[in-house]
């Protein structure tokens, strides 16, 4: 249908005074279905009225002026004729419109077309229930090009960890986003869709996720009233971000559940649309512009590695596009070994929704419920291979991007990293390898948590204690040794009056740092040859 309307609009243009064009030209988007279907009315009854000017949804307000379906102060980029090779044909033949379809369908398209039988959709997620159906690459295509001017096209850059791990590994840096996630290509695909009368009535959204932040920013962006529930437990740091990009944030109630019950109540109440995450063709097919720009960006591709767990839309939506553009690039999903949410339902066979997941924040969306049946039968049909990693080494991927990449990102961001940094993907050795970073909205506290906690982990921060005597310049001695074996003191500290051993001795507990797990052996060596009743402290 989009090469459809382009090619009218083009007939159209002939048959119209300049005024007409100089007026409509830049208002009008001919690869929207809106503009389209005002095509087909014009051509099949001369006497109807003249159109109305466009609808709100069809210009993106931004701040520096109204943003069209393009660039601005530019003319519209044509679409990538490869792109149009599964579209149908349609001809315009004396007014009337004839359309036919000719199908070219190979292993990539039943990919996608030829699922699963349908899984019932949970009644509880029912914001976008019409707009349920699996994807298509058209579909993606489309979204790409509509939200091309609204969001960031990232980075997918070579590792300086590829020679650590060999392998040519290559970063999808998705949580340099506005937001800092990658959830603002399904949200800003997903709004302006929406229809004009539900755009000036506005939406509502509960819980503090990234899912919630994007809606919040492009929903002003876009200038649509827009609602924030959170609970009262909420990080104030995170409650005044949402404000600042422009939305009406409520703090009400103490659990999420509070929250998400206020807000369905508002909605019914006012006529906001409730939004909350979950798998319509929309959201889906707004992710999936991962896919098709990791695919841009990596010649000769072999493998893509995406987070995973309840909610997998990122990984399903890019799945169809690689699929599509390249049966053989291995699509890879990462989830935690704690809530192998995915895996648990793909071996179901539909959405579970009894999974111990966890409240605290460092987690995310890695521990949520699975959220729909569209999404899972995309994994299902189209992912190559799920793993699961612990949270060590989610810790010390998150280290290793702090240290190399200079990037700071939260667990969801991280996890993709985590099973090259376990060893989990052994046969991608020597490969070219894209790794997608999809978020980076990691808190301050947690940060200094995850930094000092991952140090540890990695064998390069230990603590051992040791009983000297308490007598002038011994623990001088202990530095001296410390210094010999080029160890940093972080910290030590001295016991007298609790020590259970002989009387005016000290206990002194150190904590250093070192290189790595090697040079941590040897400085244990050569502090249990001075000082055999060291004793270190397990991680």
Same mark, same amino acid.
Request: glycine share 6%; with cysteine.
């Given at each position: ?81 490869? %792109? ?14 004839? @359309? ?59 590792? %300086? ?25 399904? $949200? ?16 509502? $959204? ?8 994007? $809606? ?124 192998? $949410? ?117 064998? %390069? ?34 016991? %007298? ?22 040079? @941590? ?19």
């Amino acid at each position: 249908m989009n090469f459809a309307a382009q090619f009218l609009y083009s007939r159209v243009l002939k048959n119209r005074s300049p005024r007409d064009i100089s007026r409509e030209e830049d208002d009008y988007d001919p690869f929207w279905q809106s503009y389209a279907e005002q095509l087909f009315l014009k051509k099949d009854d001369n006497k109807v009225k003249k159109q109305d000017a466009p609808a709100p949804c069809d210009l993106r307000c931004y701040k520096d002026g109204p943003i069209r379906n393009g660039l601005i102060g530019q003319k519209q980029p044509s679409i990538n004729p490869e %792109r149009l090779k599964d579209f149908g044909e349609e001809d315009y033949l004396n007014g009337d419109v004839k @359309t036919w379809e000719m199908k070219i369908v190979s292993r990539n398209e039943e990919l996608l077309r030829d699922a699963l039988p349908r899984i019932p959709q949970s009644s509880s997620r029912s914001s976008l229930s019409s707009h349920n159906k699996l994807i298509r690459f058209e579909d993606i295509s489309a979204a790409a090009f509509k939200i091309q001017c609204g969001v960031q096209k990232t980075p997918c850059m070579y590792s %300086r960890l590829s020679k650590q791990y060999g392998m040519d590994i290559y970063l999808k840096k998705e949580f340099l986003q506005y937001t800092g996630s990658v959830k603002e290509r399904g $949200v800003l695909y997903l709004l302006t869709s929406l229809p004009q009368d539900q755009q000036r009535k506005g939406v509502i $959204v509960a819980l503090d996720s990234n899912f919630s932040m994007a $809606v919040a920013y492009h929903a002003s962006e876009l200038r649509i009233p827009v609602f924030v529930i959170m609970s009262t437990s909420t990080s104030p740091a995170r409650v005044k971000m949402c404000r600042e990009y422009g939305a009406m944030v409520i703090s009400y109630g103490t659990t999420a559940k509070d929250s998400q019950t206020h807000a369905r109540r508002l909605a019914q109440e006012n006529g906001y649309l409730y939004l909350e995450e979950e798998d319509s063709a929309l959201y889906l097919s707004g992710l999936g512009t991962v896919g098709l720009e990791v695919y841009e960006q990596v010649p000769k591709l072999d493998a893509v590695i995406f987070p995973a767990g309840g909610h997998c839309g990122l990984l399903a939506g890019s799945a169809a596009a690689l699929k599509h553009l390249n049966p053989h690039i291995s699509v890879i999903g990462v989830e935690s070994e704690s809530f192998p $949410v995915l895996q648990q339902s793909l071996k179901a066979g539909h959405p579970t929704e009894d999974q111990a997941c966890s409240n605290h924040h460092f987690y995310g969306d890695v521990s949520g419920l699975c959220f729909g049946s569209n999404s899972l039968q995309l994994t299902g049909k189209l992912v190559d291979k799920v793993v699961a990693v612990r949270e060590e080494d989610i810790l010390i991927s998150i280290l290793r991007l702090l240290e190399y990449e200079r990037a700071t990102v939260d667990a969801e961001g991280a996890i993709g990293l985590a099973a090259l940094v376990a060893g989990k993907l052994p046969e991608l050795k020597g490969k070219r390898v894209a790794v997608v970073i999809c978020s980076g909205n990691l808190e301050l506290h947690l940060l200094q948590q995850c930094v000092a906690r991952g140090l540890t982990l990695d064998n %390069r921060v230990c603590r051992f204690s040791l009983v000297l005597s308490d007598c002038p310049g011994d623990i001088s001695k202990l530095l001296e040794s410390l210094a010999r074996e080029e160890a940093r003191v972080l910290d030590i500290k001295q016991e %007298r009056a609790f020590v259970t051993s002989e009387l005016f001795t000290v206990e002194v507990t150190c904590t250093v740092e070192t290189r790595d797990k090697i040079h @941590t052996a040897q400085l244990r060596n050569a502090l249990l040859e001075r000082y055999p009743t060291a004793a270190w402290t397990e991680r």
